[in-house]
């Protein structure tokens, strides 16, 4: 047998972060993505109107900020984004749960599924232009369609790992194949379903900004990055633009974790164990 | 697309009429024309929608929401015309080619010198299989280069300057107002004037609306002919004019537009002109056949 | 009136867990199942309570043979931690069960606390599952399927995870539910006291495959109690003639010493 | 009371021969059958819209055999074209998934089971992963070379995510109690995620991989409008919309829908083999 | 030796599991811990594992003073079921935490055979966990612990859900591993005949919060034997000593009559 030098190891055990070190960390995090990209714009590897330095990217959409047209655009982008997210979510889950949960139609429909799914929704942006016009309704379209399938593969799948004694237990007690989804496969797969929101929601905001570049009509921070791109020295714009598209990304994401955790508190008790 | 029809007081079909215009010097004759009023003068309300491409614009065209693009390139434009996706009017030309608004451009130090020595080089263009490659191509046909040794790489006009810089390509292919920026910052260096012989003068792009509207609204579509008409005749014959509108609906900053290098603003429709785009792409193989001149280009019967 | 009748169930890799079991189950009687580690006394359980269908032979439940679910009944499984729900509080856990005896929120409520305080976890109510001891996460099961007041209750294992205290108490409460609700009761047990002391009859399985090894009726007399009824020759009888039976079944089970 | 759900036969009675034929034919009509009369609708519909930009399926189906696949059987029919763009495309997609998938297996797993790694990086990855790749261009320009440097990047970039997140997703639901039995024993961390919290996070990373998968078909087509450009199937979609050649954009969507059904059914065969001998999702090892 | 010192534990919740625990535990010695039902008796088990970390107090190993988990540990969890990796074979499952002992694979395979063997699972080593009975699951984790050949076992009601014969011969088995091998035992059980049997000592939990109500030392001679050792008069009455005592511990864990 061998002696064992391995020092004992924190893990469950260690002192879980509090709030001020998770944010501490996370700035760190940040700060560090900020240095690395000053450094790149000042390496002087090309112009640096090409690419401009973090620090006046930053200045340039904290400026933004007061900028009213720019807001205007901002909420354009957002409207959409919110209105796809959410048609999404209420498209998805249900279909989720009925292909997750009823393999027969599952079966029927793979085919149109896996078909449809590699098709780029923004290259059918100007065909979608000639159904759908190049508003709204186009760009709630699009990003729907992409951000339909995280949500809808993260039910199926959640659906699957469900620890059938806890559906059986249902079951004896006479509960309906539809209850025993409602009651128990979908709150156990929900923490799962809750991670395919978070990137959907991301995929979403990215259809919102992308559509509007490569459509290239109407408003949105889109449409700013867009123009901002076909000026000389536009760069710098265009930069600032993905800032605040990155910046809206971060903040959602962080609502949505605290909802998540809010609401999946057995999941997360649970998994993070004991004091 | 804009609003009412019906009687207006010269008895338009349309009053209000929506115009997608691109960001580019091409166009710029149609804010010359705003400024001066010239589509009041004709009854004519102008809505302008900014778009960043003309190809953005062709479904909205195709399906009425906007009514003419204005700096509509003429090779996307023939070829959807021929593929019968739309079929095309031109209401007037926007602007034809002079030379040096479009260069080859090399940095300082490049061992390019000549035309003759792109040959086995990359070039970037915007667009491949464009107005680009196709003017490039006769010019250098004409100068006894072979332009099928010529590699050509996409690169938006934007990214060109940086490309060029970090050798990733040996030469771009640049418009105004890319192309005195390059030049400031990079000091690059032309070696083939993209508006030389043989395609001076060659039309570009133009305003267009689809046959159906001409059809439905002649009177609307003759007012903004004339109206255009004479825009394009206040731009060629005023350089300022045209500085003047450039910083505010291409972004051009005035020091910039006082410097670049105008196109050239014909004043008539002219299917002499127009047929030498046409024949350029036929022989470049982008259209199979010549379309019928006559009626694409609109008449007005007033 | 419940019967199995020629039961026999292969599991999906083949493995045939019970073969050709027959045993008849009057209305309101308690019967004990014992029988040696892996012999099929889950898998029989789980073929009454229709999870799983008989490869062959079949259950017949007062005349009618049962496809699927029984009506009124009530499960205790063995893996009980597993079947409680991590996102309902004990409670919710407990009254959960009700909505399909179309009672109010109100009700349920009332109801669960109710089976909760019977199993000596009053107090316990408005914690979740994972919050609890092993013991008690059992008791919790136990309180669900109570609440429920089922006709048909099988219990696999149910006091296996409690202290000897809380086992007799459990005990006399199950005679107790049987005695005023009337329900059937199949209760599997590894303890040889305890599936004489509970059972009307007890009923020991053999292994490879499982099946009926010997079912003998518990003559014990009135009601009955933990320290008179244990002391009781006929008690000590059976309880011996239990344990050689179980002993002589394990056929497979054997440990190496 | 209603009784409920009637649980399948434990074990499949042995079809004769006959009645296999039967069913596989039965199964591949249940399978296809929907999406053939998807198909019927659609032609019946652009017949009667006659709109240019819309052409009927047949007519794709001729544009996609004239364009891609009239070419020698020994090239599997393949023509120059296709050769020349089809494998350039997939070779890239290919790469960058790969890519995608080791860095956000990796990752996910460090965000998943370590609280310190997740408070460093998680804002850093949330604002990253919101970024619309196409603007991100005059970043990429100077870190990558133009051309399959960058286009692989692209695509990387966009498709790590659904891999990491869910990675990081099963890393961190691994029952606790089986984590616990891990430290009890002191496996080493490599042994922790070999053998437990990869096979436990798998079903979830596979969720990932199949979204990153038709993802990175997507972001091949865009990642092709990318600077420097010459081929591809993107390339192919753009030109043909430029020359408003709609058959032409047509059978590109085509193939790409078709691309990514075949590699789907292939990632969903790996799936089966991997996850095969698990816990049966219904009922205790009832077939 | 182990030493736990004034150890107290309470949960995120504010739920004071045990509190002002002490007790000393020699090298060699198996220790049985008996207990109401939510006592405490998990929570202690896992505060010695490390997998917990003490609220006040500390566990002391051989004079230093633990931080995590001890060397040479082993833990068979009371929740038996979940603590084993449905992906691995039984045989894996069982050979999985010999990789710390640097064996190779076919050296791991083979000792995982033959602690399936010594707890009568021979047959069982191809066949998955969810593919056993809850008893022999049970033995699966009993077999992972015993190949582990740790210096500390740790059991958390092992022998709860096998037949009576099967604890018997498990019973032994324990008795046997700790006498050639000298591994430190502590074990948790509900059986009070168990806790007597197996014991050097018994140690007696009392409820809310859990503290040491009792530590008896047994002192029965010669090796054990299911048969014999259960009839001195010293076996019954600790038997009966230790029965009254766990009785009187469970004031919180009383089950409504
Ligand atoms: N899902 C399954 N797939 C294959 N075999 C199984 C499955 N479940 C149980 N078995 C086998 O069936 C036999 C009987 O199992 P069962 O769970 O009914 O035993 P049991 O009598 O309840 O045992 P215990 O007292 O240990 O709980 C065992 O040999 C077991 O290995
Ligand atoms: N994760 C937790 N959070 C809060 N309270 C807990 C948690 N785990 C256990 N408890 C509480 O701590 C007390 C002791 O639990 P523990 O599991 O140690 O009991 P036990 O003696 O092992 O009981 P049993 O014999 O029933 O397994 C119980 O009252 C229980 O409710
Ligand atoms: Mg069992
Ligand atoms: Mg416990």
């Given at each position: 047998m061998t002696t064992q030098t391995v020092s004992a190891r924190s893990g469950r055990a260690a002192r879980p972060l509090t709030r001020t070190g998770r944010w501490a960390r996370g700035a760190v995090g940040v700060a560090a993505l900020f240095a690395a990209s000053e450094l790149l714009g000042r390496a002087g590897i090309v112009d640096r109107s090409y690419l401009p330095p973090a620090s006046s990217v930053v200045t340039r959409a904290v400026e933004l900020a007061g900028d009213t047209l720019f807001l205007q655009y901002l909420a354009d982008t957002l409207t959409a984004w919110a209105a796809g997210l959410g048609l999404a979510i209420a498209v998805a889950v249900p279909l989720g749960l009925l292909l997750g949960s009823v393999p027969a139609v599952n079966a029927a429909t793979r085919a149109i599924v896996e078909f449809l799914r590699p098709i780029p929704s923004v290259a059918l942006i100007p065909l979608a232009g000639l159904l759908l016009g190049s508003g709204l309704e186009m760009k709630v379209a699009l990003i729907v369609y992409a951000a339909t399938w995280p949500i809808l593969f993260n039910t199926m799948y959640g659906l699957a790992e469900v620890d059938p004694a806890g559906k059986d237990t249902l079951r004896v007690f006479g509960f309906g194949r539809l209850e025993i989804l409602l009651r128990v496969s979908l709150p156990s797969a929900a923490p799962f379903i809750a991670t395919g929101v978070r990137l959907a929601a991301a995929v979403a905001l990215i259809l919102a900004v992308g559509t509007e570049i490569i459509s290239?009509?109407?408003?949105g921070l889109g449409i700013f990055i867009a123009q901002a791109y076909?000026?000389?020295?536009g760069a710098r714009d265009v930069l600032a633009g993905t800032v605040w598209a990155g910046a809206l990304g971060l903040v959602i994401d962080a609502a949505l974790g605290g909802t998540q955790r809010r609401m999946f508190r057995w999941h997360h008790v649970r998994q993070g164990g004991t004091t | 697309g804009g609003g009412d029809s019906g009687s207006g007081g010269d008895g338009l079909e349309k009053e209000t009429i929506t115009v997608a215009a691109l960001p580019l010097v091409d166009g710029a004759a149609l804010h010359v024309g705003l400024k001066q009023k010239l589509f009041e003068a004709e009854g004519l309300k102008v809505q302008v929608k900014p778009v960043q491409q003309s190809i953005q614009a062709l479904p909205a065209l195709a399906k009425g929401d906007v009514d003419v693009i204005a700096g509509a390139n003429y090779v996307t434009f023939l070829q959807a015309h021929e593929k019968g996706t739309l079929k095309l009017s031109i209401l007037a030309e926007g602007a034809a080619l002079t030379p040096n608004m479009m260069n080859v451009l090399v940095t300082p130090d490049s061992p390019i010198k000549s035309a003759k020595d792109l040959e086995g080089r990359k070039v970037a263009v915007n667009i491949p299989n464009n107005i680009q490659s196709l003017t490039l191509n006769a010019i250098l046909k004409a100068n006894?280069?072979?332009?099928?040794r010529i590699q050509y790489i996409q690169v938006p006009f934007p990214q060109m300057g940086a490309a060029l810089e970090k050798g990733q390509v040996d030469a771009i292919h640049v418009v105004e107002p890319f192309l005195s920026d390059t030049q400031k910052k990079l000091g690059a260096r032309v070696v083939v004037n993209g508006g030389g012989e043989p395609v001076t003068g060659v039309p570009i792009s133009g305003y267009v609306t689809t046959q159906d509207f001409a059809a439905k609204n002649p009177k609307t579509a003759a007012a903004f002919q004339r109206a255009m008409l004479k825009a394009q005749q206040a731009a060629a014959g005023d350089r300022k004019r045209v500085e003047e509108v450039l910083p505010g609906y291409a972004h051009i900053e005035p020091q910039v537009a006082s410097v670049i290098t105008m196109p050239d603003f014909p004043t008539s429709v002219n299917t002499t002109r127009l047929q030498r785009i046409v024949d350029l792409m036929t022989t470049a193989g982008l259209l199979k056949s010549k379309p019928d001149l006559n009626t694409i280009v609109f008449q007005s019967k007033a | 009136m419940l019967e199995i009748q020629n039961l026999t169930h292969a599991y999906a890799d083949g493995h045939v867990a019970v073969r050709d079991v027959n045993l008849t189950v009057q209305d309101g009687e308690l019967v004990s199942i014992v029988g040696p580690s892996g012999c099929g006394k889950s898998t029989l359980l789980r073929c009454i309570a229709g999870l799983i269908r008989p490869t062959e032979g079949r259950i017949v439940l007062d005349g009618t043979p049962a496809d699927g679910v029984p009506d009124n009944l009530a499960v205790v499984f063995q893996d009980y931690s597993r079947s409680l729900f991590p996102w309902l509080s004990v409670r919710d856990n407990v009254a959960l069960p009700l909505k399909r005896r179309g009672m109010s929120k109100a009700q349920r409520r009332e109801a669960a606390m109710e089976a909760l305080e019977s199993v000596g976890l009053a107090h316990a109510g408005t914690k979740y599952p994972w919050q609890l001891s092993g013991g008690m996460q059992q008791r919790v099961s136990i309180a669900r399927a109570l609440a429920y007041r089922p006709s048909l209750l099988l219990m696999d294992?149910?006091?296996?995870?409690?202290?000897a205290q809380t086992r007799e108490d459990l005990e006399d409460l199950t005679l107790k539910v049987r005695g005023s609700d009337g329900m059937t009761i199949l209760l599997v047990t590894h303890d040889i006291d305890e599936s004489v002391y509970v059972g009307d009859r007890v009923v020991v399985l053999g292994a490879s495959p499982g099946h009926v090894r010997a079912d003998l009726p518990v003559d014990l007399p009135g009601p009955r109690d933990q320290i008179s009824t244990r002391e009781l020759p006929e008690f000590v009888r059976l309880r011996a003639e239990v344990g050689r039976l179980v002993r002589g079944a394990g056929e497979t089970a054997a440990v190496a010493k | 009371m209603t009784t409920t759900t009637t649980p399948s036969p434990a074990v499949p009675v042995a079809p004769g021969q006959g009645r296999r034929a039967a069913r596989v034919i039965g199964g591949l009509t249940h399978r296809w059958l929907p999406f053939a009369l998807l198909i019927g609708v659609w032609e019946l519909a652009t017949r009667a819209a006659e709109s240019p930009f819309f052409p009927p399926p047949s007519r794709i189906a001729s544009a996609t055999h004239e364009l891609w696949?009239?070419?020698p059987v020994s090239r599997l029919f393949l023509t120059d074209l296709a050769m020349d763009n089809l494998l350039p495309s997939l070779g890239r997609m290919v790469l960058a998934l790969a890519i995608a998938a080791a860095a956000g297996i990796a990752l996910g797993m460090a965000l998943g089971r370590s609280e310190r790694a997740m408070a460093y990086l998680d804002p850093l990855l949330q604002f990253c992963r919101a970024i619309p790749p196409p603007t991100l261009v005059p970043v990429f320009v100077v870190l990558f070379d133009l051309g399959t440097q960058m286009q692989v990047a692209s695509i990387v970039f966009s498709v790590i995510w659904p891999i990491l997140l869910n990675t990081a997703d099963g890393a961190r639901s691994v029952t606790p109690l089986q984590m616990d039995t891990a430290e009890v024993f002191r496996l080493s961390a490599a042994d922790r995620i070999r053998h437990i919290i990869i096979p436990s996070a798998l079903p979830k990373i596979f969720a990932g991989l199949r979204l990153a998968l038709s993802l990175s078909l997507i972001l091949m087509v865009f990642s092709e409008?990318?600077?420097?450009?010459?081929?591809?199937i993107g390339f192919q979609l753009t030109d043909a919309q430029s020359r408003s050649d709609m058959p032409a954009m047509w059978s590109v969507i085509v193939l790409l829908g078709v691309l990514g059904y075949l590699l789907n059914t292939l990632l969903l065969a790996v799936e089966r083999r991997t996850l095969g001998r698990r816990r049966p999702a219904d009922g205790k090892g009832n077939a």
């Open positions: 290239g009509f109407g408003d076909s000026v000389p020295d | 006894n280069v072979d332009p099928t | 294992e149910p006091f296996g995870s409690v202290d | 696949l009239s070419g409008l990318l600077p420097g450009t010459v081929n591809g």
